[in-house]
């Protein structure tokens, strides 16, 4: 049995104070919040899609600061290079002669946040393919390491579409999460205007140490990992995702209508992960079927491709989401017909 | 407090999985007793209605099976394994999927890293005490025992039924064999002393069974037609009932005057019967007996219905003397039956009254004795008359059926033809289609043949000449030549020229060209 160095106990109370600490200053998104740290803890990446002015660079900024992390900003343009992103090698002079040397770009640091992603070239957008999956760059045939952990927050914009390179299917499908950032209410609106024309301001105070917080964070991410789940929970998932892919067998379902392509098996994998997260925030070690209902449409949304149908018929990808698992949610309540294994892997993904 | 290990919560969950198969299999057995109970009751119940063997039994027999299977099918869908028992008692206490987890890491050989903290936290939150078991007794009970209820306390059909829905009681059949002989001894007696005895042909036996209703009847029919000395013997002041006696007869146009007369000569037989001996005596003392009853009881209804009996046995007293034909037979029996019904009726009276004389208990050939009696007293006369009045009924009854076999026969004959009737003579044969003339066309006109009178080569009717008709426009031929109008146009001889101005133009004509400048 492997130690475990953070306790579960711990977690909560962490995730508490952080979730604590960036109301002060987001006001309201309580559930994008909860949804950006849930997706950190379980090692993946967000994409942030909603109208400017709703505080997403100052979520990632604030974000970065209550954990003690690195933070770097990427605005994206058109004419950025890939090399602006991963770093170049810089000819420099030392010690009396000419040299090569790498100069790491901004996707060397902890949390990154890239602006407007879908303003980048396509070619600039699949340089951060490479980082955001395996955390490492090459550069010149030389690969360089990211730190740990590495966290990358896109944001895009769904209006102004003119000029703009929409992100790939590939490439969404890396982000774990897609976060859509709503206006605030009327009561949230009169606390930002209040607060943040005020003299004084609100300021991020870091949660967990600065020269501690990776080594604390690495081994949260392993807690989670740690999380148990029962083969109800292992079935329920996969019923969610087979129902979102269209018939290839002639058949017909829902999905055939409303969807060209379905979720691809990360999906199942970014809900897992997620529901881990918002169990071990529960007070839970094992995973359970409401943990798995909040995270099924952050999950999911930017994994399906919509049909002309759907599109013509203007109904977002949430929508279709809701009426493709509406059925199987009502299965949830039958225990599995199999027997589970006998032998069990303790880490699930 | 002692951590939980995966052996106890195997064991908590093997005691809820007891106590689960345990009401399961109570609540069945209970459901199965109840239905059987039920299926007995109504197999009893359904043959007190006498319904055949394949209903009586087939019916409580088949909802049986279906309560039973259902009852099997219930308890095995409902029979739990442990994983299932695991996940029943996650969901009823809100573990939110502890101990389903832990049930299927117990079997795990290698414990995660966090199993033990799962344990320490269902060691809190987990009590099967609180979890709920199939009730053994709930609604579905209650509709059993509703049923068996109902079908106990139906009311049988053994049971009395109310006063209101009695029907009449059949009149009674029991014949005393004693009265009966000495009745026929009397009516022997009878017909040996008076010498207007009734005609041998049979009709005493008619008249026998006239016995107490005619004697009724004749008994109430004096004081109509003799002004009831009987009735001051007998103690028959009774006008109302000689009244309604009168109404029934009168009913009888053809008969009525017959009745009348043959009642009052009956009553005129009675009155020698009654001075000669004291034979009918009896039967007139139970006739007397009944009349009072009738008037003791006030029973409107069977006063009414004993006075339509016996206006019939009179009517049949008067008509059917010895002979009995064919409508006499249908009288005859209805008669029989008046007199039946009358000495029911009288019956009825001697019950009502409470007295009860030997002669009133006779029905059909203990009847008869008394009504032999009465008949030997009508005369040849009467007889003849009847024997006139059956033979012209005969006659009329055959010409009517006569007719209606005609009638039979003629709605017996082949329906006509359509379009004719039943009288061919109506229409007149079909008249033959005239030959068409001309070619071989199934509807010729005789414009088709006709010569026309215009000429018109290749048009209308008729066949086509060669001849180019003339009226048609003609091409007349002309030689070419050349035009006399010039190809150029002169302006000057289109414009006119004053007449004091000629004689310059002329001289401007005539010049010639290079002077012209």
Not at chain 2, 271 to 296: F, M
């Amino acid at each position: 049995m492997t130690q475990v160095m953070v306790t579960p106990e711990e977690f909560r109370k962490t995730f508490d104070a952080l979730r604590k600490e960036l109301s002060r200053v987001i006001i309201g998104q309580t559930e994008v919040v909860d949804y950006l740290l849930a997706a950190f803890f379980a090692g993946g990446h967000v994409l942030l899609e909603g109208v400017p002015g709703l505080g997403k660079t100052l979520l990632a900024k604030s974000f970065a600061q209550s954990l003690g992390l690195g933070f770097k900003r990427i605005q994206c343009t058109p004419d950025l290079m890939p090399a602006d992103i991963l770093g170049t090698n810089l000819v420099v002079d030392r010690e009396g002669r000419k040299m090569f040397e790498f100069a790491k770009g901004p996707v060397f640091t902890n949390i990154l946040l890239a602006d407007e992603i879908n303003r980048a070239t396509p070619k600039t957008q699949s340089a951060l393919l490479e980082a955001m999956a395996e955390h490492q760059v090459t550069v010149s045939g030389t690969t360089f390491r990211l730190d740990e952990p590495f966290f990358v927050i896109a944001t895009q914009n769904p209006i102004e579409m003119e000029g703009t390179f929409p992100l790939p299917e590939a490439q969404l499908d890396r982000f774990l999460f897609k976060i859509f950032v709503g206006y605030p209410s009327s009561g949230e609106l009169s606390r930002i205007i209040r607060e943040t024309t005020a003299s004084e301001r609100a300021h991020i105070r870091p949660v967990l140490p600065e020269a501690a917080a990776q080594e604390w964070i690495v081994k949260a991410r392993h807690l989670v990992r740690e999380v148990l789940v029962s083969s109800a929970i292992e079935e329920h998932i996969v019923r969610l995702v087979t129902a979102t892919r269209p018939a290839e067998d002639g058949g017909d379902n829902p999905a055939k209508r409303l969807l060209r392509y379905g979720a691809s098996p990360r999906g199942a994998q970014a809900i897992l992960m997620g529901a881990k997260v918002l169990a071990l925030v529960s007070g839970r070690v094992n995973v359970s079927f409401e943990d798995i209902e909040r995270v099924v449409s952050p999950a999911l949304n930017h994994r399906v491709v919509l049909s002309f149908e759907a599109e013509a018929e203007k109904k977002t990808a949430n929508e279709i989401l809701e009426e493709l698992l509406s059925p199987v949610r009502a299965l949830q309540q039958e225990p599995p017909v199999s027997p589970p294994p006998k032998s069990r892997v303790s880490s699930a993904a | 407090m002692a951590e939980p290990t995966a052996v106890s919560i195997q064991s908590t969950i093997g005691q809820f999985v007891k106590r689960y198969r345990a009401a399961v299999l109570a609540r069945s057995l209970v459901l199965a007793v109840l239905s059987s109970v039920l299926a007995a009751l109504l197999i009893w119940r359904l043959r007190l209605f006498n319904f055949p063997p394949a209903i009586t039994i087939g019916l409580p027999l088949s909802l049986w099976l279906v309560i039973v299977s259902a009852l099997a099918a219930w308890a095995y869908r409902h029979w739990l394994s442990q994983r299932m028992a695991a996940a029943r008692l996650d969901k009823a206490l809100g573990l939110q999927q502890r101990l389903v987890t832990a049930e299927e890491f117990a079997q795990s050989e290698k414990a995660p890293a966090l199993y033990s903290m799962l344990m320490e936290d269902l060691a809190r939150q987990c009590t099967t005490e609180n979890a709920r078991v199939p009730k053994k007794i709930d609604h579905s009970t209650g509709v059993l025992l509703a049923a068996i209820l109902l079908l106990l306390l139906w009311p049988s059909l053994n049971q009395v039924l109310p006063p209101s829905v009695r029907l009449p009681e059949p009149p009674k059949k029991e014949k005393p064999p004693d009265a009966s002989s000495q009745e026929q001894k009397q009516n022997e007696q009878q017909s040996a002393d008076s010498p207007q005895s009734q005609p041998s042909s049979g009709g005493q036996s008619n008249n026998n069974q006239q016995s107490q209703p005619s004697g009724g009847n004749a008994s109430a029919k004096q004081p109509s037609s003799q002004g009831s000395p009987q009735s001051s013997s007998t103690g028959q002041p009774n006008p109302k009932p000689s009244g309604a006696q009168q109404s029934p007869q009168s009913a009888n146009a053809s008969s009525g005057g017959q009745q009348k007369s043959d009642s009052g000569q009956s009553g005129q037989q009675q009155k020698a019967q009654a001075g000669g001996g004291n034979q009918s005596s009896p039967q007139q003392q139970a006739q007397s007996n009944a009349n009072n009853a009738q008037q003791a009881s006030g029973n409107s209804s069977a006063q009414q219905a004993s006075q339509r009996n016996q206006a019939s046995g009179s009517e049949e007293q008067s008509q059917k003397s010895g002979t009995n034909t064919s409508s006499a037979a249908q009288q005859g029996k209805q008669g029989q039956q008046g007199s039946q019904t009358g000495s029911s009726g009288s019956n009825y009276q001697s019950k009502a009254g409470g007295q009860s004389g030997p002669g009133q208990k006779q029905e059909g050939g203990g009847s008869s004795t008394g009504t032999g009696s009465q008949g030997v007293g009508q005369s040849s006369l009467n007889g003849e008359a009847l024997k006139a009045e059956i033979q012209g009924l005969l006659k009329e009854v055959s010409g009517e059926l006569k007719d209606l076999q005609q009638q039979i026969n003629a709605s017996d004959q082949a329906h006509p033809q359509a379009g004719t009737q039943t009288d061919p003579n109506v229409y007149g044969s079909a008249e033959p289609l005239d030959k068409t003339q001309g070619s071989q066309v199934a509807i010729q006109l005789k414009t088709d043949s006709a010569p026309t009178q215009k000429q018109r080569p290749a048009g209308g009717t008729g066949s086509a000449s060669s001849n180019v008709a003339s009226d048609g426009p003609q091409v007349t031929p002309e030689e070419a030549k050349l035009s006399n109008t010039p190809r150029e146009e002169t302006p000057a001889s289109q414009q006119h020229v004053p007449a004091e101005y000629r004689g310059i133009f002329d001289q401007m004509r005539k010049q010639p060209q290079g002077t012209k400048q």
